[in-house]
Every structure is written in structure tokens, then in C-alpha cells.
């Protein structure tokens, strides 16, 4: 069966510091990946998606950037965090349609 | 960006009662889905819908796929406290293969 793992569960990070968030899928070849931001009791926005290694999509401009250096593993970074990047962040593989999460990350700038 | 209005926003129900809520779009999607999200976790799927006029259940819950495929339904029979949490619905529209467009939500909160 397929499993997928998002580390790490909480992050506390001052401003203007980098980011690194992984994401591996176990189980499966080539899903489509995909990086979602959930700012608190609202939506998901869909932040970045892959549909292969090297194939990254971004959704929105912002402070965020993706790479998939290998088929099942998908991170999130960022040179300098901003205060408005603080929020819930969800990875999420996908064989076409239907999508699983991760545990997610929460993440607080300060 | 395309959105999925999805409605009640919140609502406090007591246990045993059924649940009903929805989405709707302006828009012809392919796919729905539904899923359920706990504090400080991750989505998880609950039913997944294909075919316009569809009607799928999982236990308690029941989905149907929208005939004009622009809305979709979930309900809940017999509510428990267990059935907490914020419920999304999900859609793939035509022509954005791998891509799924989420509503914002449905707070639903049990009382005893």
C-alpha cells in the first residue's frame, strides 16, 4: 500500500530564515505531488504541483519555491521566510484524481 | 481561480441527527470528492465520485454527483462526536487533469 511522509510535524522559525519541508510517497511510481498552504479554519490553496521529476508547477506568486529531485520525493523551500508564510502546510500524492495527504507541518514565523 | 461554493459554512448538530451539506460551482467538473479533516491532521478521503447522478456511500455517509455536474452532496446519518471536524469537498474540473479545486469548508461540531 502506499504511504506518505511529511516531516516535520511543527516548525518555529524566526523571519528572513530558509525553509526546507520534505515530502516522500512509498508504494507507488510516479504520482503526481503536490504542496498545499492552509492559513488557519480556512480552504487549501494549491501551492505547487509535479506531475514529474524536474515538472514543477506553481499555483501562486509568492515567497515559496519547489523542487522534486526524485520521483517520490517532493520539498518546499524558501531562502528568507516572511511572517505571512506562517500556516499549516499539506503534501499530497496522487495517482490521477483522487488526492492523499500528509500529516502536514505547522509552521509559525516569528 | 475557479472556487466551490460550499455550504453550511458551520453547523452544530446533536448526536443522532443527519448532516447534509454541499457544493456548487458555476463550472462542469469531471470528478467529486469529499473529505474530512481533524484538528492538526490531514485531509483524508472519504468518497469519491465519477459520473454525473452518482450515489455512493461509505458506512454512514452518503455522496451523490451532481446531474448538471456543476453540484454535489454529503450527508451524514445518525451523527456521532467522532464525526467532528471540517468537511471539504473537492472537484477535478475539465481540461486540469491532476489538479482539484477545493470548497472552503464545512465546520460541523457535535453535541451530546
Known amino acids: 500500500s502506499q504511504t506518505i511522509h511529511q516531516w516535520p510535524a511543527t516548525l518555529v522559525q524566526p523571519v528572513g530564515s530558509p525553509l526546507s519541508l520534505e515530502c516522500t510517497v512509498e508504494g507507488t511510481s510516479n504520482p503526481n505531488l503536490y504542496w498545499y498552504r492552509q492559513a488557519a479554519g480556512r480552504g487549501l490553496q494549491l501551492l505547487f504541483y509535479s506531475v514529474g521529476i524536474g515538472q514543477i508547477s506553481s499555483e501562486v506568486p509568492q515567497n515559496l519555491s519547489a523542487s522534486r529531485p526524485q520521483d517520490r520525493q517532493f520539498i518546499l523551500s524558501s531562502k528568507k521566510l516572511l511572517l505571512s508564510d506562517s500556516g499549516f502546510y499539506l503534501c499530497a500524492w496522487s495517482p490521477y484524481t483522487e488526492a492523499f495527504f500528509g500529516q502536514g507541518t505547522r509552521l509559525t514565523v516569528v | 481561480g475557479q472556487q466551490l461554493n460550499q455550504s453550511p459554512q458551520s453547523m452544530f448538530i446533536q448526536e443522532g441527527e443527519d448532516v447534509s451539506m454541499n457544493c456548487t460551482s458555476s463550472s462542469i467538473f469531471n470528478t467529486w470528492l469529499w473529505y474530512k479533516q481533524d484538528p492538526g491532521e490531514g485531509p483524508v478521503l472519504l468518497i469519491a465520485?465519477?459520473?454525473?447522478?452518482e450515489l455512493t456511500s461509505n458506512g454512514r455517509l452518503t455522496a451523490q454527483f451532481g446531474i448538471t455536474r456543476k453540484d454535489s452532496f454529503l450527508n451524514i446519518s445518525a451523527s456521532i462526536p467522532s464525526d467532528v471536524g471540517i468537511y471539504f469537498c473537492?472537484?477535478?474540473?475539465?481540461?486540469?487533469?491532476?489538479?482539484?479545486?477545493f470548497g472552503t469548508g464545512t465546520r460541523l461540531q457535535v453535541t451530546l
Open positions: 465520485l465519477y459520473k454525473a447522478g
Open positions: 473537492a472537484g477535478q474540473l475539465t481540461g486540469t487533469a491532476s489538479k482539484l479545486t
